[in-house]
């Protein structure tokens, strides 16, 4: 077998270990017009991303009420329960085969994920598909109240593992300003996008290929 040089590898985990699933979106928007809400979809979506931003920095309830109300949203949603449904649900379909493939090289794995769930939330939806035994760390911005790209963010999940930011430990992600961030603190940064940006180290457009590459690096 192959050792590869790779130490520690750090998901992203929004469209990388999980997958979008765009009909949860659909559904909520839904309640929020039938509970007569005027806005359109493509509003609602942006309101999400912000509501959702503030959740995952630990915001307080004040906070997301005062958006609520600006943007005159009924408060029906458990936005919690909209991540479940929209990302967490949906596996990727490669993605355990990679994980097995990765361990079976002696790399330590991690996810690094801007969610409104706390760890141990997270580590249950991995949990319930049959990841979270692949993996050394699981962090959450809800628990840090660190998102990416901040510096710390990527320094804690490091510091849970045991380890330091260098050519040894590879961030994989798909959003260029986490990888611009990983590389900004000394990781290596692998990118998980259809057409490659030129910012990460290494590009792949399966995750299936990650392992192949994890060799060759």
Request: overall charge negative; glycine content about 6%; cysteine-free.
């Amino acid at each position: 077998m192959v050792k590869s040089m790779i130490e520690i590898m750090i998901f992203d985990a929004g469209d990388v270990v999980v997958l979008r699933n765009e009909n949860a979106f659909v559904l909520a928007f839904e309640q929020l017009r039938k509970a007569g809400w005027k806005g359109d979809l493509e509003r609602f979506f942006a309101i999400s991303h912000e509501i959702a931003g503030e959740l995952s920095r630990g915001s307080s309830k004040d906070i997301i009420q005062s958006i609520l109300r600006e943007n005159r949203i009924p408060d029906i949603l458990d936005y919690r329960d909209l991540e479940v449904k929209a990302f967490w649900d949906n596996p990727h379909p490669e993605v355990k085969d990679v994980f097995y493939s990765l361990k079976e090289q002696s790399i330590k794995l991690g996810i690094l994920t801007d969610s409104v769930l706390q760890d141990k939330e997270v580590e249950a939806q991995l949990k319930r598909h049959g990841l979270l035994q692949f993996l050394d760390a699981v962090v959450s911005s809800a628990t840090t109240h660190h998102v990416k790209p901040e510096p710390k963010a990527y320094l804690e999940i490091l510091r849970r593992l045991g380890a330091k930011p260098r050519e040894t430990t590879a961030f994989i992600g798909h959003a260029e300003d986490e990888l611009t961030g990983a590389r900004e603190v000394g990781m290596l940064t692998i990118e998980f996008s259809p057409v490659p940006t030129g910012l990460a180290d290494y590009h792949i457009s399966r995750l299936l290929d990650l392992v192949t590459l994890s060799k060759e690096i």
